[in-house]
């Protein structure tokens, strides 16, 4: 079942204070679902899921005391096959239920890895990225993000791959 939208606030500047409580609602609800890996995906182009994506991780390392991988991909990545390869092998390494078969993986109790993509409207091998994931919150910017960009940003990641939206005021 896909999260609900989120009403939020634009995420925080990197200061001392702790993400608002929205970050921290999407941090326990993808916890929920299980997921080892989760891909921010803005919905529209020229958006970026950069900022929401880094305090997306530090809630999770200020719930768990543990470090929750960053990773930030560059259209540029996108373009080389073989940075495209290791970012797709990354994530489905932790994700071992979804790559090859394991001897009885154990389920995540919450995300290891958090990555923030261009927007897939621009850059669709992005999608790949996602497909190893398992799991996209599409980043919805108020007023500025088009329902048609959103549309196509879903047909592309397919609607199974999309665990919620992130509503950015």
């Given at each position: 079942?896909?999260?609900?939208?989120?009403?939020?606030?634009?995420?925080?500047?990197?200061?001392?204070?702790?993400?608002?409580?929205?970050?921290?609602?999407?941090?326990?609800?993808?916890?929920?679902?299980?997921?080892?890996?989760?891909?921010?995906?803005?919905?529209?182009?020229?958006?970026?899921?950069?900022?929401l994506a880094t305090?997306?991780?530090?809630?999770?390392?200020?719930?768990?005391?543990?470090?929750?991988?960053?990773?930030?991909?560059?259209?540029?990545?996108?373009?080389?096959?073989?940075?495209?390869?290791?970012?797709?092998?990354?994530?489905?390494?932790?994700?071992?239920?979804?790559?090859?078969?394991?001897?009885?993986?154990?389920?995540?109790?919450?995300?290891?890895?958090?990555?923030?993509?261009?927007?897939?409207?621009?850059?669709?091998?992005?999608?790949?990225?996602?497909?190893?994931?398992?799991?996209?919150?599409?980043?919805?910017?108020?007023?500025?993000?088009?329902?048609?960009?959103?549309?196509?940003?879903?047909?592309?990641?397919?609607?199974?791959?999309?665990?919620?939206?992130?509503?950015?005021?």
């Open positions: 079942m896909p999260l609900g939208l989120s009403d939020a606030a634009p995420p925080a500047t990197h200061a001392a204070e702790p993400p608002g409580p929205e970050l921290q609602a999407l941090w326990f609800a993808l916890a929920a679902r299980e997921l080892a890996s989760v891909v921010l995906v803005p919905a529209d182009s020229g958006l970026s899921a950069a900022v305090d997306l991780a530090e809630v999770g390392r200020r719930q768990l005391g543990l470090a929750v991988e960053l990773i930030v991909v560059q259209p540029s990545e996108l373009q080389s096959p073989a940075r495209l390869a290791a970012l797709v092998a990354a994530v489905t390494t932790a994700n071992p239920a979804r790559g090859a078969p394991a001897a009885a993986p154990a389920k995540p109790s919450r995300p290891s890895m958090i990555l923030a993509i261009p927007p897939v409207t621009e850059e669709p091998l992005g999608a790949a990225i996602v497909h190893a994931a398992g799991a996209a919150v599409l980043c919805v910017e108020r007023g500025r993000s088009r329902l048609s960009a959103i549309r196509r940003t879903a047909e592309i990641l397919g609607r199974a791959q999309i665990a919620g939206c992130f509503l950015i005021n």
